[in-house]
């Protein structure tokens, strides 16, 4: 029988380092290339649980790729993450160790009881569709700005008011996809709160 794995991911804002509690580690892209990857170096393993700590954003599509994969996820608050790495004796401050150290964290929540609930198929479809049209988003954002950037002045004004418009989408999808994620993660502040070493969430 496969023994159970523990992933820890630190994520950057180009990269993201992560660690198993298998000792095994890896470094991949932080764009959707890059998660194709980790899903298949992870598929090879019987994941228990992963843990990512939220970093300003850069976490999230990697999060996103990781649940609608339908891998068990969660994403911790930074200072959680580095209150537990303390009373671990972790004081370093390298990406492979905050992987190690976030791979070790999630095999204690997994001890204490916590298991995120898996995303049912709606909620898989739902973040799927979320995503592809988050990045068809950004795809017409990246065209219209190199347009705005050679526009002539009598066009400059349609170019800004589609790229307004283009940014306001882009939020609305953003908070779509955080509230699935949130949903899933509603149950896990008062856990890591119980766990020794950890303070409340800020």
């Known amino acids: 029988m496969s023994q159970?794995?523990?992933?820890?991911?630190?994520?950057?804002?180009?990269?993201?380092e992560v660690?198993?509690?298998?000792?095994?580690?890896h470094a991949f892209e932080n764009t959707e290339a890059g998660h194709a990857k980790l899903l298949r170096w992870l598929r090879r393993k019987t994941v228990t649980l992963v843990i990512?700590?939220?970093?300003?954003?850069?976490?999230?599509?990697?999060?996103?790729?990781?649940?609608?994969?339908?891998l068990p996820v969660s994403v911790i608050?930074?200072?959680?993450?580095?209150?537990?790495?303390?009373?671990?004796?972790?004081?370093?401050?390298?990406?492979?160790?905050?992987?190690?150290?976030l791979a070790e964290f999630a095999a204690v929540l997994h001890a204490q009881g916590h298991q995120p609930r898996a995303l049912a198929s709606q909620e898989?479809?739902?973040?799927?569709?979320?995503?592809a049209r988050r990045?068809?988003?950004v795809a017409m954002l990246v065209s219209e700005r190199q347009r705005?950037?050679?526009?002539?002045?009598?066009?400059?004004?349609?170019i800004e008011a589609m790229i307004e418009a283009l940014l306001a989408q882009l939020a609305d999808i953003d908070?779509?996809?955080?509230?699935?994620?949130?949903e899933r993660y509603a149950d896990l502040s008062a856990l890591l709160q119980s766990v020794k070493g950890v303070g409340p969430t800020t």
């Open 135 to 137: 990045r068809q988003l």
């Open 175 to 182: 908070n779509d996809i955080q509230r699935v994620l949130q």
């Open 52 to 70: 990512l700590e939220a970093t300003g954003g850069y976490e999230r599509a990697c999060a996103v790729a990781l649940a609608g994969a339908g």
């Open 77 to 101: 608050n930074p200072r959680q993450a580095r209150d537990f790495a303390r009373a671990m004796g972790r004081l370093a401050k390298t990406d492979r160790l905050d992987a190690r150290a």
């Open 19 to 25: 660690c198993c509690s298998d000792t095994s580690t």
């Open 124 to 131: 898989q479809r739902e973040l799927v569709a979320l995503v």
């Open 4 to 16: 159970p794995v523990f992933v820890g991911i630190d994520v950057a804002k180009d990269s993201v």
């Open 148 to 158: 705005l950037a050679v526009a002539h002045e009598r066009a400059r004004a349609s």
